[in-house]
C-alpha cells in the first residue's frame, strides 16, 4: 500500500501562483510513476502532469504547458507541482497518484487538494 498526503492548496487571484506537494508512504520503493490530476465540479477528472520517478522524465497535458512543472524530491518520496499563471477555470481539487508499475494504471490516490483562482 502506498499511502499519498497533498497540500499547498488554496485561494490565488487569476494569473498567480501556487506550488502543491505530495508526499508518498509505505511502499513507495515500487513506484513507477506519480501523476497530478484535478476535477472541477460538475467535470471529469483530467490528467495535468506526471513524473517518471526513476528516469524523472515529465509529461503535461497541453492545457498546462509552459505554465506548470512538475518535478520529485527521491529522498523525500516528494513530488511537487508549481502552477503560475493559473486560471479562474483551473479552479478544481488536485489529486496526486501513483502508478505502480508501467503496465498498471494509476492505483493509489491521495485525498486531493482544493485550489480556487479568483478573476
Known amino acids: 500500500q502506498v499511502q499519498l498526503v497533498e497540500s499547498g492548496g488554496g485561494l490565488v487571484q487569476a494569473g498567480g501562483s501556487l506550488r502543491l506537494s505530495c508526499a508518498a508512504s509505505?511502499?513507495?520503493?515500487?513506484?513507477?510513476?506519480m501523476g497530478w490530476f484535478r476535477q472541477a465540479p460538475g467535470k471529469e477528472r483530467e490528467f495535468v502532469a506526471a513524473?517518471?520517478?526513476?528516469?524523472?522524465?515529465?509529461y503535461y497535458a497541453d492545457s498546462v504547458k509552459g505554465r506548470f512543472t512538475i518535478s520529485r524530491e527521491n529522498a523525500k518520496n516528494t513530488v511537487y507541482l508549481q502552477m503560475n499563471s493559473l486560471k479562474p477555470e483551473e479552479t478544481a481539487v488536485y489529486y496526486c497518484?501513483?502508478?505502480?508499475?508501467?503496465?498498471?494504471?494509476?492505483?493509489?490516490w491521495g485525498q486531493g487538494t482544493q485550489v480556487t483562482v479568483s478573476s
Open positions: 497518484a501513483v502508478r505502480s508499475t508501467i503496465a498498471s494504471q494509476y492505483d493509489y
Open positions: 509505505g511502499r513507495t520503493f515500487s513506484t513507477y510513476e
Open positions: 513524473i517518471n520517478w526513476n528516469s524523472g522524465n515529465t
